[in-house]
Nanobody
Framework: VQLQASGGGLVQAGDSLRLSCAVS????????MGWFRQPPGEEREFVAA????????DYADSVKGRFAVSRDNTKNTVYLQMNSLKPEDAAVYYC?????????????????WGRGTLVTVSS
């Protein structure tokens, strides 16, 4: 299973970006997709998650109301729409697949990870 995140870049505060994460390979079960981010010099943190059907979504408090996660299972792709970006949103963003049980807030619950895409927000 491989994940490829894309869509990062340099933007100004207040701008928007949409990240994409394409999943390839066989996953023999439904799965939750998650987004995490790692700011420079800090630990990786949970950003958002979405269930298989899209009915379930969850967000970190810091991004609620600004970010929206969605998925297209026909394309095996998950998206993270980021609006009203702030300098503190700058980080490397990672997508991940959670196949087994466990909290979506914990990195350890996710089995497969992409390489990450860099988001830089200038003030």
């Amino acid at each position: 299973v491989q994940l490829q995140a894309s869509g990062g870049g340099l933007v100004q505060a207040g701008d928007s970006l949409r990240l994409s994460c394409a999943v390839s390979g066989r996953i023999l079960s439904t799965y939750v997709m998650g987004w995490f981010r790692q700011p420079p010099g800090e630990e990786r943190e949970f950003v958002a998650a979405i269930g298989w059907t899209g009915d379930y979504t969850d967000y970190a408090d810091s991004v609620k109301g600004r970010f929206a996660v969605s998925r297209d299972n026909t394309k095996n792709t998950v998206y993270l729409q980021m609006n009203s970006l702030k300098p503190e949103d700058a980080a490397v963003y990672y997508c991940a697949v959670k196949v087994y049980s466990g909290s979506v807030y914990r990195m350890e619950s996710f089995t497969f990870w992409g390489r990450g895409t860099l988001v830089t927000v200038s003030s």
